[in-house]
């Protein structure tokens, strides 16, 4: 068990661009979640896939983010043209496809929008 | 909609001090419940679980019991130490949903800070 594992672990760059960032989860685990954390709150729930299919989206993964899972394996998030609000944590979790199995998380990706 | 609320910090204690973090919730039908440990500049760790009314999950020393008549599912241990120094968080999964979505729903976090 190699855990969770993203890249990059920070990334700081100026608004307007676009940044994509990858989450490779525990090689046997089916669902793979995105969220979100600000400073002083919990992580938010962003997206969720079961194997390749993206199958929710939360009202605040705008138009300017995307994610995807192309082979039901690793998975990237990008953002287009990036804006000061999109500045926090960005963390990956896996599980097994069952209820009741806790979320593993990986040590998340720091945007910095300047 | 699903909610967890937990007590507000920042907790600062003494080593060997009794820790209790409150947490309640709020969900439809019976959700799993969780406790997750954040490190500086690490993503979250699980900590404990309990999934059904009155289980108690248990790990490294700490404890929480999932109460379902009051809705609760509150941290405790008997003893701190410096490494204990952290954000602890609470967390509910549905346990059924239309589809297969068992997203987290967090607290908003509690700072705890052990000193010797």
């Known amino acids: 068990d190699t855990g969770v594992s993203q890249d990059p672990r920070h990334k700081i760059t100026k608004r307007g661009q676009n940044v994509t960032f990858r989450c490779d989860p525990i090689?046997?685990?089916?669902?793979l979640y995105w969220y979100r954390q600000t400073l002083g709150q919990g992580p938010e729930f962003l997206t969720y896939f079961q194997n390749e299919a993206q199958l929710e989206k939360s009202r605040l993964l705008s138009d300017r983010f995307s994610a995807e899972r192309p082979k039901g394996s690793f998975s990237t998030l990008e953002i287009q043209r990036t804006e000061q609000g999109d500045s926090a944590m960005y963390l990956c979790?896996?599980?097994?496809?069952?209820?009741?199995?806790?979320?593993?998380f990986g040590d998340g990706t720091r945007l910095s929008i300047l | 909609g699903d909610s967890v609320t937990q007590m507000e910090g920042p907790v600062t204690l003494s080593e060997e001090a009794f820790l209790t973090i409150n947490c309640t919730y709020t969900a439809t039908g019976y959700p799993s419940l969780f406790w997750y440990v954040q490190y500086p500049g690490e993503g979250l760790q699980l900590l404990l679980k309990?999934?059904?009314?009155?289980d108690k999950g248990s790990n490294k020393g700490f404890e929480a019991t999932y109460r379902k008549e009051t809705t609760s599912f509150h941290l405790e241990k008997g003893s701190v130490q410096v490494s204990d120094s952290a954000v602890y968080f609470c967390?509910?999964?549905?346990?059924?949903?239309?589809?297969?979505?068992?997203?987290?729903?967090f607290g908003k976090g509690t700072l705890l800070t052990v000193n010797p």
């Open positions: 979790a896996s599980s097994p496809g069952t209820a009741n199995q806790p979320q593993h």
């Open positions: 090689s046997e685990h089916n669902r």
């Open positions: 309990a999934t059904k009314a009155d």
């Open positions: 967390a509910l999964s549905p346990t059924s949903s239309g589809g297969s979505n068992y997203k987290l729903t």
